[in-house]
């Protein structure tokens, strides 16, 4: 993906998990433009070195096999993404980040209650 592909990507994850942040951030349609447009960049570098230390890591590709670089690449680049947009792009809710303690442990139920509680027929299986 391109630097404006990884922009946009924030954009629209900010829109719908952020919507408090995002209308901060484009209250100045400017400014706004320019964090998505910097933050784009940020995540395409760090992609870019996060794949290159992937791939020093990944077991070397089988030279016989002509597949085996590709599948390697794909591998790195993989891991490198998701390692990256969790970290820079793909924020969690508000909501969510609300009801979070120190160490980011989920506080918003109290014990004996959520979603595990609320229906626990999926445990039954």
Known sequence: MSASQYAEM???????????MYRELTADPVRGEA???????????????VEAQMLERLPPADPGDPQAREVRV?????????MVLTELVLVGDEE??????????????????????????????
Do not use: I, K
């Not at 924030?10 to 408090?20: E, F």
């Not at 964090?35 to 070195?49: N, W």
């Not at 794909?74 to 998701?82: G, K, L, P, S």
């Not at 609300?98 to 595990?116: H, K, N, S, V």
């Open 74 to 82: 794909r591998q790195a680049r993989a891991v490198a993404e998701e």
């Open 10 to 20: 924030a954009r629209r994850h900010l829109q719908a998990h952020r919507p408090r």
């Open 96 to 125: 969510t980040e609300e009801q979070t303690d120190a160490d980011g442990a989920y506080t918003g139920w109290e014990p004996g209650t959520g979603p595990l509680f609320d229906d626990p027929s999926h445990l039954m299986r």
């Open 35 to 49: 964090y998505f447009l910097q933050l784009g960049e940020q995540v395409a570098t760090q992609m870019a070195v």
